[in-house]
């Protein structure tokens, strides 16, 4: 039997009870939350780490009862020299192994970045999710699948929180957005590397995710720790529950501005414009909510300083301006705020 085929090619309840815990769990995630339908073409993203290679495990456990076509994607950055190859070797090996097309691509991420002028981490995600797109839109796959877990949403709730988003911004990772799905979103870091010791998987540890340079491997190694410390087993549940809270706002607010724009159509950016009027009967709430949506199609960066400035902007003058982002002027003019890109 191949490494991570676990349940061979057996179907139905014979193959149930040869899946452990976690894979009936994964499966039940699967299913419950509708992430993947039976017959579909998964991509799994693997980058080789402990993470992604637990989920290639459980979803060649639970492929005989979903009837799932799987393939994976690699994306090596070339940020850590030989490792990143060695990294990139040990996935074509392990797919080889398991008897998967693996597709990968190779980016000169730093350089890329600088003509973005974007961080690395922004840069790769670009890259990583454009080329996801790529080989769906080649290859016929219906859905893309990361390996995120509870960790990476507490990490993403408390960077988005100290970086100043608004209250449906602490709504974290999303357990399916379009194509994306997470099935591992409700599993725990621990649970992850206990499977891995059980079914004798081996992965690649990136050394990179232990240094502090990055934001987010900051709040990893440092900020999540000595929270835990004080508050023992307090602070994934709570974050988890400010996620699912945010989540139902976002889905509330969701519906409410597509009511409000449809009642006032001079709140829908049209030609990067919004009338000024229509905005100053609103609440602050309600204009930094339209403000961050006018951003996203601008394609510009949101953040709560930013969003302050364009309400500021509305109880000034006409003929006044601010930057939102480094390359997005917001003028008043004629009656409207006009989004002008540089």
Same mark, same amino acid.
């Given at each position: 039997?191949?490494?991570?085929?676990?349940?061979?090619?057996?179907?139905?309840?014979?193959?149930?009870?040869?899946?452990?815990?976690?894979?009936?769990?994964?499966?039940?995630?699967?299913?419950?939350?509708?992430?993947?339908?039976?017959?579909?073409?998964?991509?799994?993203?693997?980058?080789?780490?402990?993470?992604?290679?637990?989920?290639?495990?459980?979803?060649?456990?639970?492929?005989?009862?979903?009837?799932?076509?799987?393939?994976?994607?690699?994306?090596?950055?070339?940020?850590?020299?030989?490792?990143?190859?060695?990294?990139?070797?040990?996935?074509?090996?392990?797919?080889?192994?398991?008897?998967?097309?693996?597709?990968?691509?190779?980016?000169?991420?730093?350089?890329?970045?600088?003509?973005?002028?974007?961080?690395?981490?922004?840069?790769?995600?670009?890259?990583?999710?454009?080329?996801?797109?790529?080989?769906?839109?080649?290859?016929?796959?219906?859905?893309?699948?990361?390996?995120?877990?509870?960790?990476?949403?507490?990490?993403?709730?408390?960077?988005?929180?100290?970086?100043?988003?608004?209250? /449906?911004?602490?709504?974290?990772?999303?357990?399916?957005?379009?194509?994306?799905?997470?099935?591992?979103?409700?599993?725990?870091?621990?649970?992850?590397?206990?499977?891995?010791?059980?079914?004798?998987?081996?992965?690649?540890?990136?050394?990179?995710?232990?240094?502090?340079?990055?934001?987010?491997?900051?709040?990893?190694?440092?900020?999540?720790?000595?929270?835990?410390?004080?508050?023992?087993?307090?602070?994934? /549940?709570?974050?988890?529950?400010?996620?699912?809270?945010?989540?139902?706002?976002?889905?509330?607010?969701?519906?409410?501005?597509?009511?409000?724009?449809?009642?006032? =159509?001079?709140?829908?950016?049209?030609?990067?414009?919004?009338?000024?009027?229509?905005?100053?009967?609103?609440?602050?709430?309600?204009?930094?909510?339209?403000?961050?949506?006018?951003?996203?199609?601008?394609?510009? =960066?949101?953040?709560?300083?930013?969003?302050?400035?364009?309400?500021?902007?509305?109880?000034?003058?006409?003929?006044?301006?601010?930057?939102?982002?480094?390359?997005?002027?917001?003028?008043?003019?004629?009656?409207?705020?006009?989004?002008?890109?540089?």
């Amino acid at each position: 039997m191949k490494e991570g085929q676990v349940v061979g090619g057996e179907t139905g309840l014979h193959a149930v009870k040869r899946v452990n815990a976690l894979e009936k769990k994964f499966l039940g995630q699967l299913r419950s939350r509708r992430l993947v339908d039976e017959g579909e073409k998964v991509l799994v993203a693997l980058s080789g780490g402990p993470d992604s290679m637990a989920m290639l495990s459980l979803f060649c456990a639970t492929r005989p009862l979903l009837q799932t076509v799987l393939a994976v994607a690699h994306c090596n950055f070339q940020l850590r020299g030989d490792e990143s190859d060695r990294d990139e070797s040990f996935v074509r090996d392990h797919c080889q192994l398991l008897g998967l097309e693996c597709f990968v691509e190779r980016f000169d991420t730093l350089r890329v970045a600088g003509e973005l002028k974007k961080s690395v981490e922004e840069t790769a995600r670009i890259l990583r999710y454009t080329f996801f797109e790529q080989v769906m839109a080649q290859k016929g796959f219906t859905k893309i699948a990361t390996g995120h877990h509870v960790n990476d949403n507490a990490e993403t709730i408390l960077f988005n929180l100290f970086r100043g988003v608004s209250l /449906p911004g602490l709504r974290g990772i999303r357990a399916r957005n379009g194509k994306i799905i997470r099935p591992m979103l409700l599993f725990h870091k621990a649970d992850i590397v206990g499977y891995l010791n059980e079914k004798g998987i081996a992965s690649r540890s990136d050394l990179s995710n232990f240094a502090c340079d990055y934001d987010r491997n900051f709040i990893r190694n440092r900020v999540i720790p000595l929270i835990e410390e004080r508050f023992a087993h307090k602070l994934m /549940p709570s974050l988890q529950r400010v996620s699912e809270q945010a989540g139902e706002l976002e889905e509330f607010l969701e519906l409410y501005f597509e009511n409000l724009c449809e009642r006032e =159509p001079g709140l829908s950016l049209v030609d990067g414009k919004l009338d000024v009027e229509a905005l100053k009967r609103l609440t602050a709430f309600e204009q930094k909510e339209l403000f961050k949506r006018a951003l996203r199609d601008m394609d510009a =960066p949101v953040d709560g300083q930013t969003l302050q400035k364009l309400v500021d902007l509305l109880g000034s003058q006409p003929g006044k301006m601010v930057m939102a982002g480094r390359q997005l002027r917001v003028l008043w003019k004629k009656g409207k705020l006009v989004f002008l890109r540089d």
